[in-house]
């Protein structure tokens, strides 16, 4: 453990004298893709050319730029593809098509049209109680139009993401702790909009997937499973939904009781913590780490409620 916070230490020092004008972005993932001038404040490529439906989802990073910039003292340049569903595995890592999805070089990869991810969502919708389908409507539409949660919404998780991703290797610690930080990002860039529908929209939709225990049979819900499995979980929509709403759950709960100071403090926690800087540590060193940094209240916050 000694030797660990050493390491721990030289690597928040070597973060703190980084380099801020590195020029991060992969930009061999735009070829073939047009250039849109749709902002000032990050770089946007399309598989086509002026689509109209991505206005949101700019408005809603524009605003989570600004967010992240002030909490994490930074000041980032980034690229957002929105790629229809044809050409999806020709740019994204995983699918299924429309699925967000942040790389480790500074391209964030997002859905155009009616991506997958919300198609397949809004055919689950007929499953659900008459009183939660006009819950929905109320807030996305009479049309109950998901990518409003699929692209818009999780678009603040996947820009959180690249905030982390510019200061880390791209070798996780832990991916559980990766995503409860994406999460963390979510709550906290759409709570401190003045306009609470980007917030409502993504507490609403997944309190009602909780609430109607829609999932099925699972075949993943530890997070032992979510570690060694995590390909084959993204690839199963509903598998990683189901974490991402256990994810979410504790986030907010986070964000309530500790607000932006926990999501500043869990990103450097991730940058110091990096396993590329040290090497994984086992479960028992990192729950002394979790411990030590964040006191029992957050520990109690972060445990697991299902086993293999």
Known sequence: MKQFIIVLLLSFFMYSCGNDEYDWIDRSK??????????????????????????????????????????FNENLNFAVLFVD??????????????????????????????????????QSIQYMPEKAIQ?????????????????????????????????????????????????????????SMKDKTVFNQMDIYQNLLIQGNQWGNLKYTSLEQFERNYFDVMKDGRNYGWYQTRFYTIAKKLHNTYGDEIISKFREFLITSDRATFGKVSDQQLNTILLNKFGPEVVNTLEWEHSN
């Open 85 to 122: 569903n044809k050409n999806w595995d020709k740019y994204a890592f995983s699918p299924p098509p429309g699925m967000p999805q942040a790389y480790h070089k500074g391209n964030m990869v997002l859905g155009l049209g009616k991506s997958v991810m919300a198609m397949n969502a809004e």
């Open 30 to 71: 735009h070829e073939g893709l047009i250039n849109l001038n749709y902002s000032q404040n990050f770089e946007i490529y399309a598989t086509q050319s002026n689509p109209e439906n991505i206005k949101a989802t700019i408005e809603n990073l524009e605003f989570a730029k600004a967010y992240y910039d002030k909490i």
């Open 135 to 191: 819950t929905l409507k109320t807030h996305f539409g009479q049309n109950i139009d998901l990518d409003k949660f699929f692209r818009d919404g999780l678009a603040l998780h996947e820009l959180g993401h690249l905030y982390q991703f510019y200061r880390t290797s791209n070798t996780a610690q832990r991916q559980w702790l990766n995503e409860l930080f994406g999460n963390l990002c979510q709550v906290g860039a759409a709570k």
